[in-house]
């Protein structure tokens, strides 16, 4: 006896097979978010502060397992992607996903094609993906501002020390001018302001320089990251269609 091959099976036994697939929650979590507190589908978040996925709720989990379609986006793309009659299937599977996680399963009285439907949930991911774009990009040009003006504060303080080093200026009670100094600002065009203080004491300088080495490090950790999320942001963005 020959053995069949599951693209051998027909056509309503495959569809009715993809649609009871159970997605991967980890990967859907990332464009997804499941009320705790309702219990209801999955639904649009208003903010998109990055995270690799979003908390996932014993309600809400249940009730997404409970769906006649347990399919999200990105696992119905996914399978959409391995041959010709998964795609074909997949297609007409984004409009009751659609139904089911953006209207509580109330169609639409207009009648649109399944591809309408494939296209206003990857129009929603796209804007899940810039929404996230943007926010690290911001985060990713504060961090390297910071980082800046730390580094050149640095410099600054390591100046007075070896002047005060060099010239036997070391009394506890003498006042050193800490001139050339950066701080961040939302007023400048730049974010950069320039400012000068007084500082008593050779100790209090090599403390405050001492804190800024602590927040240079800090903000030089965490570019990479930053880096990181754009460009997977980026990423993402550049493989919707």
Request: aromatic letters at 14%; hydrophobic letters at 30%; glycine letters at 4%.
């Amino acid at each position: 006896m020959e053995d069949i091959h599951i693209l051998d099976l027909p056509y309503e036994v495959l569809h009715l097979i993809i649609s009871n697939i159970d997605s991967d929650l980890s990967k859907e979590t990332e464009v997804l978010q499941y009320c705790n507190m309702k219990g209801l589908l999955p639904h649009k978040k208003n903010h998109h502060c990055w995270s690799s996925g979003y908390y996932q709720g014993k309600i809400g989990v249940d009730t997404f397992r409970a769906l006649p379609i347990r399919l999200g986006p990105v696992s119905l793309t996914k399978l959409g992607s391995v041959c010709i009659d998964f795609y074909k299937i997949s297609q007409t599977l984004w409009k009751p996903i659609y139904h089911l996680h953006f209207r509580k399963n109330v169609p639409y009285r207009r009648k649109y094609s399944d591809n309408t439907y494939r296209k206003k949930y990857m129009d929603y991911i796209k804007k899940i993906y810039t929404e996230r774009l943007n926010y690290n990009n911001e985060q990713l040009t504060y961090y390297n501002r910071m980082y800046y003006i730390k580094s050149s504060n640095c410099s600054q303080y390591m100046k007075v020390i070896q002047d005060a080093t060099m010239n036997d200026k070391l009394e506890n009670n003498r006042f050193y001018n800490i001139t050339n100094l950066l701080s961040y600002s939302r007023i400048h065009p730049d974010n950069i302001e320039e400012v000068n203080f007084n500082l008593q004491g050779i100790e209090q300088v090599i403390r405050y320089r001492r804190r800024c080495l602590q927040d240079v490090n800090y903000y030089g950790s965490n570019i990479p990251l930053y880096i990181k999320r754009t460009r997977y942001a980026q990423n993402k963005i550049d493989r919707i269609y």
